[in-house]
């Protein structure tokens, strides 16, 4: 294992460098049972309880398809815009104790989802290459050595995963950093969650990400040799394992060496990827149709039904949230409500058909304040928040009195308009407003003569004048047209 | 198999070599007459793959599965499992109700 100096700038930034990415997710689907056979498909039960002759491996056991598998599979691949097809099974073969058949059962030349892609929220679009279904293996502990693998005395095997149903997202090599890994790790999840595949719940395993990374001289087309990385568990360790990976194949080639193809693991502790074989043998999996599996053929009404009956998925939502707030698609603001499942309260907004930024002023407040407070935002009354944002778009509250009234909302309920009365925040009359405006300007003549000579900074002056004399309460964009009609 | 096949039809014969290597891709162990005899065998049935390989196939779709049939598929229900004494009592070694296996080598390809 090389050793790499952790303080080496970061590559991702490093602009002599081009770091590419294609990641393989693993998702496990929501079914009740596993791919082949009538076992439960569950997280957490005890060892050995959920396994049958056909998960095992027996000799004689037949497996069967999940039909429920198979439209897991379908959703997932038309979400992801891929073309979905005729495919069949093969076997993968290879010996490990966690698969007791000694193969996996996997989809190999013609997989059932083809050539998609995905939309990350900043506009950028990845390739999909395919997503197939396969089973999950058994789960190993190892026994002695902390734990580790190459240090343990034995290891001990359950089966309750061996047979669950996955589907493998192969990506294009179209990931340019760690970032935006995580972007695309992140935009898949929210989407398989959304098709009602997955849970999505990457520290219990239901997703796993490989990440096949190289580095190449920024400019150039052709590939660099690629290693791919395993063990990443979460979003984060991903991100730190892409980045070392790329800094460690960035000073090898620097140094004149070359990259080997090979498999690597990520330590997560030692916070750096080793190479997880000493003797480098291309493995031949001897993959052979599954002889104990007919084709798969689903018909055109099956694929038609899969497509009407996807809700709507999050690249539409976030059009849709930046079409009515006008604000970009791509921004911060429109991503967070749509990821945090928001919307609902945007739409509430549109419907109560207020002043024309009440949608903009609404998806301020929801990225904002809103998103701070997942809890709370969960059980938002949609009818008080829409009262609210069009009382803030109106006028009627400024914006830090619009900030207190939602807070007070979501930490104890209550209508907008009781709270801000209780609290004080009467909307100042627009003549009241204006003879605390005309009595700043008498005290300060020298200012106002600036001003009118158009000296446009001393607006800031004069609102804070207000703000002040006012406790607050002035809707300070009132204020400055009213400065601005005055001079 | 399918690297293999494509070997095949261009050369038409396997040599000892592939055979010891499958064979241990398949945990085999083979003594050198061994090798020899299966080489020829296999000889043979590649032989015949090459005379199939003559006909004219253009319009033919490839056979997936000798079978005349497509989606045999079950609905998604669970079923009993087995009881996992009786599972484990299938083991060679068991510990904490898991199958306990040997040192493992290496991490899963």
Redesign the interface.
Known sequence: MSTVDRDRPNPSTDPAWEIVIGLEVHCELR???KLF????NSFGE????????VC?GLPGSLP???????DYAMRIGTALHCRVQ?S?FHRK??????MPKDYQISQYDVPINADGWLDLPDGGRIGIIRAHLEED?GK????GGGGR?HD????????NRAGVPLVEIVSAPDIRSAEEARAYVDELRAILVATGASDGKMEEGSLRVDANVSVRPAGSTDFGTRCEI??MNSLRSLGRAIEYEAARQMALISEGGTVAQE?R?WDEGGGRTGS???KEEA??Y????E?D??????SEDWVAAVATSLPRLPADRRAAVAEASGLPAGSDAVATVVRLGLDHLVDAVVSAAGPPDAPSVAVRRLANEVAADPEAAASLDPASFARLVGMEAGGALTAAQARTVLKAIMDRGGEPEAIASELGFEAMDVSDLEAVVEEIISAHPDEWSRFEAGEDKLTGFFIGKVKAATDGKADLKAASSILRNRR | MTAMSRRITTEGRISAKEVAHVARLARLRLTDEELERFAEQLGAVLEHARDVEQLDTAGVPPTAHPLPLVNVLRDDAVVPCLDRDEVLAQAPEVEDDRFRVPRILGEAP
């Open positions: 079914t009740a049972t056979c009538g076992c439960r005890e060892p050995n309880t959920s396994v049958c002759p095992l069967v398809l999940n039909r429920t598998a198979v005729p069949q073969n290879y010996f490990y104790p966690d293996t190993t502990t190892h026994v693998i343990a005395a034995h290891s001990l095997v359950d089966y395993k063990n498999t693991h997880m074989r000493s493995y031949d001897r993959y052979f149709p002889p599996l007919v084709p798969l053929e689903p």
